[in-house]
């Protein structure tokens, strides 16, 4: 069986990217490299993985980090829908030893 994805709400570009922007800010800057959108009105945030305080050597980020950005997530918008599928993503940026990760996201109908 097939897992079906919910409709997306249509949202202007701007109002995703000051979203995911917000979200992906701290106190050291912006995280987010890229927004890109999808016909079916999701989006997929390309960022950098400098956003995760990644310890003892580690590339990636654990399950718990994962988890709590996906909460933030929820916390600042309900009707946010993240895809379960994240992870290493080309930064497509100047900076070639950067690490950069993605996530998928859309805003469900009322």
């Known amino acids: 069986m097939r897992d ?12 995703a990217a000051s979203f995911i922007h917000a979200v992906l800010s701290s106190p050291r800057g912006s995280a987010l490299r890229q927004l890109i959108e ?6 997929r945030a ?3 993985a400098d956003y995760f305080q990644l310890t003892d ?4 980020p654990s399950k718990s980090q994962w988890n709590t ?9 309900r009707s946010a829908f993240i895809f379960r599928r994240h992870g290493d993503a080309d930064c ?8 950069c990760l993605y996530l998928d996201f859309g805003f469900l109908l009322d």
């Open 46 to 48: 390309i960022f950098s």
């Open 69 to 77: 950005l996906k909460k933030k997530i929820k916390r600042r918008n």
């Open 38 to 43: 999808y016909d079916d009105h999701h989006y």
């Open 92 to 99: 497509q940026t100047a900076r070639p030893a950067e690490n």
């Open 57 to 60: 050597g580690r590339r990636e």
């Open 4 to 15: 079906e994805l919910p409709q997306f709400r249509k949202v202007k570009r701007s109002h």
